[in-house]
């Protein structure tokens, strides 16, 4: 039996094709709307549904380095783009290597905040919500 569990150290966000520097943690949340299709005077006893929209969000958290925060591409990102202009983004869970599986599609970042305490590094986490469909590469 071969182990085809994946492991989450090595995974990469990218947003615009430029990874985002010292992930601590992604998450995505997929939805789909279900519309009931039940009609009157069937024999049928229960409801019927059928699959609608789907949307996704999801969040990213950070170690906050100003070596890496203090470039143009996320101060655009947070700064100017919360909630604004989509960008692109790509999570890839295993890492960004030749083969790997992806998730990939369009964003709106819709939250930004940095937390900090007394025994620990400051981090960053960064919210968005999808725009449009979540696009799957299986690896070959």
Same mark, same amino acid.
């Given at each position: 039996?071969?182990? %085809? /569990?994946? @492991? #989450?150290?090595?995974?990469? =966000?990218? @947003?615009?094709?430029?990874?985002?520097?010292?992930?601590?943690?992604?998450?995505?949340?997929?939805?789909?709307? %279900?519309?009931?299709?039940?009609?009157?005077?069937?024999?049928?006893?229960?409801?019927?549904? $059928?699959?609608?929209?789907?949307?996704?969000?999801?969040?990213?958290? @950070?170690?906050?380095?100003?070596?890496?925060?203090?470039?143009?591409?996320?101060?655009?990102?947070?700064? /100017?783009? =919360? #909630?604004? /202009? *989509? =960008?692109?983004?790509?999570?890839?869970?295993?890492?960004?290597?030749? #083969?790997?599986?992806?998730?990939?599609?369009?964003?709106?970042?819709?939250?930004?905040?940095?937390?900090? *305490?007394?025994?620990?590094? @400051?981090?960053?986490?960064?919210?968005?919500?999808?725009? #449009?469909?979540? $696009?799957?590469?299986? /690896?070959?």
């Amino acid at each position: 039996m071969s182990n %085809t /569990a994946l @492991v #989450g150290y090595a995974g990469v =966000v990218s @947003v615009n094709s430029q990874n985002i520097a010292e992930i601590r943690s992604f998450s995505i949340d997929l939805t789909a709307d %279900t519309i009931e299709t039940t009609t009157m005077g069937g024999t049928n006893s229960g409801r019927t549904y $059928t699959k609608g929209l789907s949307s996704f969000t999801g969040s990213a958290d @950070v170690y906050f380095d100003p070596e890496h925060f203090s470039t143009a591409d996320l101060d655009g990102l947070i700064n /100017a783009d =919360v #909630g604004d /202009a *989509s =960008v692109q983004m790509t999570i890839y869970p295993e890492g960004d290597g030749s #083969g790997n599986q992806s998730m990939s599609g369009n964003i709106h970042v819709t939250g930004y905040s940095i937390s900090a *305490s007394f025994d620990g590094l @400051v981090e960053a986490s960064i919210s968005f919500q999808g725009d #449009g469909q979540l $696009t799957y590469t299986e /690896a070959t």
